[in-house]
């Protein structure tokens, strides 16, 4: 599982146009500060930072920068213990254990995880969704215990009728979290029990039933990527370059960052970053051009990686060339 950080990075210049680099994280300089908090083992300020953020997808890049520092495991039980009443460390132990859980795990294919991997990566999960419970049963309004049981709940194959209970338990407390709307989409891809149809389906009911310059309007291009990553070569190409595909995501880009009320905050810079991969792979050079100037370099993890897993500001670089940007 590739968990996506994105801090802003100080852009070259080359050429007359931005170097590309991958961001680990949005640019919130949050970010950065609870991160090094927790690496510190510092409980006042990683408190401080999340505290000072909204309950709801605004403090999910942060939950994920203190989860995915190392060494958080071995001392936020005793947080959690000093602070009997308190959610939010419950909330952070639980985010953690996930994150921990995926670390061994690895992102190694079912068939190359031994069992003994396995059984850690289950173990922590179930941690996990005992923490988040105990979240949720002191704030029963905040969002994001719901939204890391959608992720444990993946990975511990909950089932459909589950995940989809955990998913609208998170957007009845924000009707527009995109990363719970995200896990949603995975979760109804066929790679993990759903179909082509049902992830489509999702993915437009979600955009278009969202007002007019919504980020989820992403999930009509990362549902199109999902269904060419399924294909076998050539057919792949040809599946993104049907004209039905890109007058769906000229439709959705019109609803998501075309708009006016396109919101350039959170995650904006991903969503800007899959509408480029998608229209470059369906021959849209005018769309890639557009989202490759409003990037300006700043390359998300997240498509590219499935382009090139090693180097993803490589494949966004030869989708930038190819669209003559």
Not at 31 to 37: T, W
Not at 137 to 162: A, F, I, N
Not at 239 to 264: D, I, K, N, Q
Request: glycine share 8%; charged share 25%; proline share 3%.
């Amino acid at each position: 599982m590739t968990l996506l950080r994105q801090w802003g990075a100080t852009l070259g210049k080359w050429a007359g146009r931005p170097v590309a680099r991958v961001q680990e994280d949005s640019g919130d300089p949050a970010v950065r500060s609870v991160r090094e908090a927790a690496a510190r083992a510092d409980w006042s300020a990683v408190r401080e930072v999340l505290e000072a953020r909204s309950e709801s997808d605004d403090r999910t890049e942060l939950l994920w920068a203190v989860a995915d520092t190392a060494g958080v495991e071995r001392w936020i039980d005793a947080v959690v213990e000093s602070e009997s009443d308190s959610a939010l460390p419950r909330l952070v132990a639980g985010i953690r254990h996930i994150s921990w859980g995926w670390e061994a795990r690895t992102g190694a294919r079912a068939k190359d995880v031994s069992r003994e991997q396995f059984e850690v990566f289950h173990a922590r999960l179930r941690t996990a969704e005992q923490r988040l419970y105990e979240a949720a049963e002191r704030e029963p309004q905040w969002t994001s215990p719901w939204y890391g049981l959608q992720v444990s709940g993946r990975g511990l194959e909950v089932g459909q009728t589950v995940a989809r209970r955990r998913f609208e338990a998170t957007v009845r407390r924000d009707p527009q979290h995109l990363a719970a709307h995200q896990q949603q989409l995975q979760q109804v891809c066929e790679k993990w029990g759903g179909s082509h149809e049902e992830m489509h389906a999702f993915a437009r009911s979600s955009a278009f039933g969202a007002p007019a310059g919504t980020q989820l309007g992403q999930l009509v291009a990362i549902a199109h990527l999902e269904h060419w990553l399924s294909l076998d070569s050539g057919q792949d190409a040809a599946y993104m370059r049907r004209p039905e595909v890109t007058a769906s995501l000229r439709s959705a880009a019109e609803h998501s960052f075309r708009h006016p009320g396109f919101a350039r905050r959170g995650a904006w810079i991903q969503v800007l970053n899959t509408f480029a991969m998608a229209f470059s792979l369906a021959g849209d050079r005018d769309g890639a051009q557009e989202c490759f100037r409003l990037t300006d370099g700043r390359v998300t993890e997240f498509p590219w990686y499935y382009l090139d897993g090693s180097d993803p500001a490589a494949a966004y670089r030869r989708l930038r060339s190819s669209s003559g940007r």
